[in-house]
């Protein structure tokens, strides 16, 4: 990243000179005698060393002979030092190690021609360097005590049979996944690496990122279905924001195995789970494979039971896109081009964007284009124009190394961006930085967390008003920075002063002393970072909270410089980049103002054609313009709104409704189902083109399978639409794409494909001399000065009452990726969570009479639907937790879909339920008491005239006193009335 | 009414028992800081309390060091001190040596397990009995053996066995449970 030259004599400083073999050679400075060895191209055999994990010397195949020192020294561990003469090779040193292998192979039991790893296993190639004969070693096996294999994870096995005890899974397990899922245990010979209590490994807190797996240099841990791969192509993951970059082994146009790309800046070779297993989606039966035309005369909202053949047939590309060319030029003329909208996707590339949004404002002539960041950040885009005058992460995950303090929001950072949650548990862990946490609910990140708070859903800006109240009360502001780059801070602290610590207990539920303990944690921190999600952001005050979050980073000095920063942790692989490239109603790319005449000028210029002013609807709004009669045609690519949008009751009464609706996908998704048209688009793995992570990374994707069928990348479809309606755009390649947005957007001007071949660019990039940008806002911030703004703490819209008590908030799980649509269609990540569950609190569950996986039924204004029950004290009491990855029980049925007045993001994070046993729930639909009895804890039967044998009845728990007069009742109906009774007060 | 405390036994997150495995575990960590070069002392004083080291209490521990429950099984392990499983207040020890070997003592071995319903290296549910196996008592003149709490009864009969245990304890009423 360093564009410093060096000079040849720094160069010098930097290395040594050691003699191997006789041979001198310039090693760097600071290696081990191994790693030395290796970077001069001279082999050391190893079995416990990996350059990624600390020095362990266990295996002593490693051994080498150096002057000076007696005996044979393990090189992995001894330090290099300059004029060191070393011996790598000797007879002593051959000899040692072969009676080291001896015994490893001694107790490494298991035949090698049938074992999986046989090509890649480091045992076999030591044993064949040092000469050994295969049936030599087979002698030395021991044919006794075979262990049990462990068969319980779907994506591998464990064989401690093969086990050498390098204990290099235990040293990933430690440093780079940061889980401590395994370990060694046991004494002598009976030593195995296992998981705490010895239990299969799916019972174990293992977050399947596999690199143990990636690692284990014999076949004691080997992936269940991976084969050699004929090539590998190098790109980038598709499911979340940190934009881990990986290789695809490909043979046979599917893909055959994955592997972390370990000269990536981004992830260094690590994967999560859904990096690493999560791709048979791509090969999935269910893939679109021809485009596909509704059925005369099938109605939007024909039930269907997954056979497409009900509703759709098959159709040519030129009769579909006829079709569509045609219908979308009569709406336009019939009811104006506003009648038209697109929804772009976060989940495609920079160049599908960026062709989708000029479709919709060249060829369509509406500036009614967006996407689900609407969904997710719209309020982080809002806020942080506001405060900064820019709305993507300042930030660099290496400022996350760097930083002395994280303050971690409203993000739930393990599972839902894992690389940058082992960045964080690793540098608490080994004391290099402090963690604070905020967030309504336990989660993993709680357990390390200097200062853990737990706020009411919807209080953050209370939150964060108190800590900066404590923070000048004590004088902890930096009023340098303050006075030098900021506005607004007389009214600001005018405002925040009301904030007393004990004001904001009493709205958040924080104890007075931990506000206390954060303010000064967080002000007295030499440099800190906030890191938010969607917690943050999905509130009617989504853009207040950001305001806030950038009013605490200001007010402290912490932006602008490195290891500070404000990041706000972008969902979508290429949600930044979907922002970026103007599929967004009021910006062209690069955040060019749609009603500003000169960049309208600019673009009319570029694209030869006249374009619109007025801002476009919002993706929230759409469902309403609808129903309103204002849109009549909807193009939908990549995107979900049947599962995704609050409300969905709503939504489907929208799309039910809507004249025309065009969907553009890998699968018949939700919203599919309801098209008029469904074009079969590629996934990620069968195009180039670029995504930019939530670092403002852009990263080059590459091509490295065929689409199926008559699939086609997103933007060639949407360009050969165009071309059909007259207005063809005359890209060839995504670099040509490339070529057109860096030319008309000013931040990504220096981006061109070639350029990503190492590692990609941070915009902004202003040319192609630029070397990107690792940290925004040094020096000033875009808009000039920072703007401190007085924010006011509203409650969320909807608040808990006596029919709603409880309340609702949403979120993601480790191994599923939002609707589903990818993930669930992966094997590996189906099995491992097969389906969702809603999370309460024992108290609850407890007064609800709930028991663990009960079936229940849960309501809000908007909606109803049945779950299980998961009782664990991550939720606080009051607050139900469910993932919305599910459409067998689509939690945004009951969603709210109230919005923030300026960011028009919807309050996912705050929902007044109500939740009942669902045979209760059944029940009691026609049957008064027991209603009464469901919705009332404890008083329900004052009010019932009871004669005295049903009274006691009652206080007895004489179940077939009481179904004389209720009727017949379920056995769990029994068992919760007979609870339910015994609490009863009269 | 049976069914009632079933369903409150599931239902309430803490039964009583482990309530107070919570609170005498408690007791313990309040005199010490939680710090890493705690824990062998630690360990050693809830298996004292304990009389072995329960799934719940490593858990716990874990917590309180900040370290990671596999640490603490790792440790628990290495050492032979350190019990995983409850031992019963009574120890059958069999002999698995060559004599005893020779003379059968498999279907003594065998009975026991019948008998209690449990393998060597187990405790009954009860805490009653705890069975395991040994090399060589070295007394293998009176072989087939097994020794019951440092009481050696030789010359073993598959009929001896239900005998022996009946003295000691009710084997029949621990088979129903
Ligand atoms: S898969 Fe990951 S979490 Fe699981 S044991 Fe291996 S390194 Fe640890
Ligand atoms: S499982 Fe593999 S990596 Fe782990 S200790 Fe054994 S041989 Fe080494
Ligand atoms: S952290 Fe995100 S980008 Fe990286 S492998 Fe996991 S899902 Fe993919
Ligand atoms: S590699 Fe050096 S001891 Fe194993
Ligand atoms: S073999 Fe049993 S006592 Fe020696």
Known sequence: MSTVIETIDEKRADTITVTINGKEVNIKKGVTVLEGALSAGIYIPTLCYDPDLTPYGACRLCVVEIDGMRGLVSSCTIPATEGMAVYTDTPRVNQSRCITMELIIANHHGDCLTCTKNQQCELLRIAQYLGMEQEHIDRLRKSTQVLPIDDSHPAFIRDPNKCILCGICVRACHEIASVDAIGLAFRGNSTKVTTAGDKPIIESICKSCGECIARCPTGALVPK?????????????????????????????????????????????????????????????????????????????????????????????????????????????????????????????????????????????????????????????????????????????????????????????????????????????????????????????????????HHQPGT????????????????????????????????????????????????????????EAAAHLFGEADSACILYGMGITQHTTGTDNVKSVANLLMLTGNIGREGTGFSPLRGQNNVQGACDMGALPNVYPGYQKVDDPSVKAKFETAWGCELSDRPGLVATEVADAICRGDLKGLYVMGENPMLSEPYLEHTQRALEQIEFLVVQDIFLSETAWLADVVFPA?????????????ERRVQRIRQALQPPGEAKVDWQIISALAERMGKPFGFRSAADVMEEIASLTLIYGGIHLDRLEKGGLQWPCLDTSHPGTPFLHQGSFARGRGKLHAVDYTPPIESVSKNYPLVLTTGRLLEH?????????????????????????????????????????????????????????????????????????????????????VAKIPEFKVSAINAVLAVLDRAAQDNAFLARLAENPVEALKEYELTTEERAAIATGDIRKVESWVGKLDERLKTWLILRLSQEKW | MTKLSVVQDTWVPLPEQEATIEERLNEILSSYQGRDDELIPIMQQVQQQFGYLPEPVIKQIARFLHLPDITIFGVATFYAQFKLVPTGRNIIRVCRGTACHVRGVARILQELE????????????????????????????????????????????????????????????????
């Open chain 1, 682 to 694: 590629a996934a990620f793995a069968e195009k180039d083109g670029t995504f930019t992570n939530t």
């Open chain 1, 225 to 453: 279905y991976e084969k050699p791969p004929a090539k590998e192509v190098k790109t980038i993951c598709p499911y979340c924001g940190v934009g881990c970059s990986l290789y695809l082994g490909v043979r046979d146009n599917t893909i055959v195995s994955v592997r972390g790309d370990p000269e990536s800046s981004v992830n260094n070779g690590s994967l999560c789970v859904k990096g690493r297993w999560g791709y048979d989606f791509i090969a999935h039966p269910e893939r679109l494979t021809t485009p596909l035309i509704r059925l005369d005369g099938v109605s939007r909202g024909a039930a269907h039971d997954g056979q497409v053949r009900d509703l759709f047939r098959e159709a040519t590309w030129d009769e579909a896109l006829e079709l569509v060319s045609k219908r979308l030029l009569e709406i336009k003329q019939t009811y104006g081009p506003d009648s038209l909208a697109c929804l772009s996707s976060a989940k495609c590339t920079n160049e599908d964007n960026y062709v989708m949004q000029k479709f919709t404002r060249g060829v369509l002539g509406t500036n009614n284009i967006d996407h689900c960041a609407r969904l997710c950040h719209a309020s982080t885009i809002v806020g942080a124009l506001a405060a900064f005058g820019q709305g993507a992460m300042s930030n660099s995950y290496d400022d996350l190394e760097k930083t002395n303090l994280f303050f971690v929001i409203g993000s739930n950072t393990t599972e839902c961006h894992p690389i940058i949650g082992s960045i964080i548990k690793r540098r608490v862990r080994a004391g290099a930085a402090k963690l604070i946490v905020a967030d309504p609910r336990s989660i993993e990140l709680s357990e390390y967390a200097t200062v853990d708070l």
């Open chain 2, 114 to 177: 019948n008998q209690l319903g449990v393998k060597p290296g187990e405790t009954t549910a009860d805490r009653e009995y705890s069975l395991e196996t040994v090399a060589c008592f070295g007394a293998c003149a009176l072989s087939p053996i097994m020794v019951l709490d440092d009481k050696v009864h030789g010359k073993m009969t598959t009929q001896k066995v239900r005998s022996i245990l009946d003295a000691t304890g009710s084997s029949s009423e621990l088979k129903d449970g």
């Open chain 1, 817 to 901: 990726w939002h609707t589903g649509t990818m993930s669930r269609r992966s094997r590996v990540l189906a099995e491992l969570r097969p389906n969702g569950v809603a999370e309460m609190h024992p108290d609850d569950a407890t007064k609800l009479g709930l028991l663990e996986h009960d079936l229940i039924t849960l309501t809000s204004e908007r909606g109803r639907l049945e779950t299980t029950v998961h009782i664990t004290e991550k939720s606080p009491p009051g607050v139900v937790f469910m993932p919305f990855h599910w459409r067998e029980a689509p939690v945004n049925v009951l969603t709210n879909n109230a919005l923030d007045p």
């Open chain 1, 460 to 515: 953050d800006v209370a939150l964060l008003n108190g800590l900066m109240q404590v923070i000048i009360r004590d004088g902890l502001e930096d009023k340098d920075f303050i006075q030098e780059r900021t506005e607004g801070f007389e009214e600001m602290q005018r405002l925040v002063k009301e904030y007393t610590p004990e004001v904001v207990e009493e709205t958040t539920g924080v104890p007075q002393s931990d506000i």
